[in-house]
């Protein structure tokens, strides 16, 4: 599989991990209206932007649960072992994020 097509397919799961673990958070009408509110229904940035996007609108105690739920729903689509990744205490989304990434491009 080339670099590119895993940056894709890593887009895609992200894109996948959002819708999922915000449904699970907000449920679907919860999870489309906060992204049609940030401008991202169709199109999701890098998690790093996504990440203020989220801080703007839910501030930072709620941000974190939900990157949690993002980054739960995302290991699973990739079979990871979650005790792989700290999510408990202080939690770097974008850390995570980039260490995720780099994984799968291996």
């Given amino acids: 599989m ?3 097509s895993r940056a894709e397919d890593f887009a895609t799961t992200f894109a996948n991990a959002v819708h999922g673990g915000l449904d699970k958070v907000l449920g679907q009408s919860g ?3 906060v992204l049609s509110h940030m401008k991202m229904a169709n199109n999701l940035p890098d998690p790093a932007e996504f990440h203020k996007k989220l801080l703007a609108l ?11 739920a993002i ?7 990739l079979r990871w ?3 792989l990744l700290n999510l408990e ?3 770097d989304f974008s850390a995570t994020m980039r260490r ?3 994984g799968v491009k291996r």
């Avoid at 839910?58 to 949690?68: K, N, P």
Wanted: glycine letters at 6%; hydrophobic letters at 50%; proline letters at 0%.
């Fill in 2 to 4: 080339s670099v590119t």
């Fill in 31 to 33: 999870a489309a209206a």
């Fill in 58 to 68: 839910f501030g930072l105690q709620a941000t974190v649960s939900l990157e949690r």
């Fill in 71 to 77: 980054v739960k729903d995302l290991v699973t689509r």
């Fill in 81 to 83: 072992a979650l005790d």
């Fill in 89 to 91: 205490g202080d939690f």
């Fill in 100 to 102: 995720i990434e780099r």
